[in-house]
């Protein structure tokens, strides 16, 4: 069963320096499933979220041109599995002639043309249930610093080498 997720955004783990990308359940448990990611992924999800146009198409932009111009759809974007320290993820597009075709890609690539093409986000719920980290009820007070503070916890128990950046 796959979950709908928001992206959170990006961070940046101090003092390693490491991009974390951020993805949240919408409903639910409202769990946060951290994914680390290479520099450059980070700065093409952090364009696309701010809006910011560059002189010349990224290569995320030409994908999803691309996409468009061969009359496909990216419908959704599906992080799958965590295995050996490594995420997978999937993009699922719609063709022009109706059918579904499901591409493997990394977790950072999937996100950033979901970005770039407003698809939602999804994750299979085992992943979530391995990855996730429990975020603190909406209703009580402080919740932002509490779910920093779980999200503190948990980076200081792990190292960027336990998981195989993109």
């Known amino acids: 069963m796959t979950i709908e997720m928001e992206l959170v955004g990006v961070r940046v ?3 390693t320096n490491t991009p974390i990308l951020l993805l949240r ?3 639910g448990q409202r769990r946060v499933v951290p994914i680390y990611i290479g520099g ?3 700065h093409a999800i952090d364009l696309a979220l701010s809006g910011t146009l560059t002189a010349r198409p990224m290569t995320h932009d030409l ?4 996409i468009d111009g061969l009359g496909a759809s990216l419908e959704r974007v599906v992080v799958t599995d965590l295995r050996e320290r490594t995420f997978y993820a ?22 950033a043309l979901a970005v770039r093409s407003g698809s939602p986000i999804f994750a299979e719920e085992a992943l979530i249930e391995e990855a996730g980290i429990e975020e603190a009820d909406p209703s009580e007070a402080g919740n932002e ?4 503070e779980e999200l503190r916890k948990f980076l200081d128990q ?4 336990d998981f195989h950046l993109e």
């Open 13 to 15: 783990q101090v003092p």
């Open 25 to 27: 359940e919408i409903v």
């Open 40 to 42: 450059p992924e980070a």
């Open 63 to 66: 994908f999803v041109e691309v």
């Open 90 to 111: 999937e993009l699922h597009l719609r063709d022009a002639a109706g059918g579904v075709q499901v591409i493997s890609a990394r977790p950072s690539d999937a996100i």
């Open 145 to 148: 610093e509490q779910m920093v």
């Open 158 to 161: 792990v190292n960027p080498e």
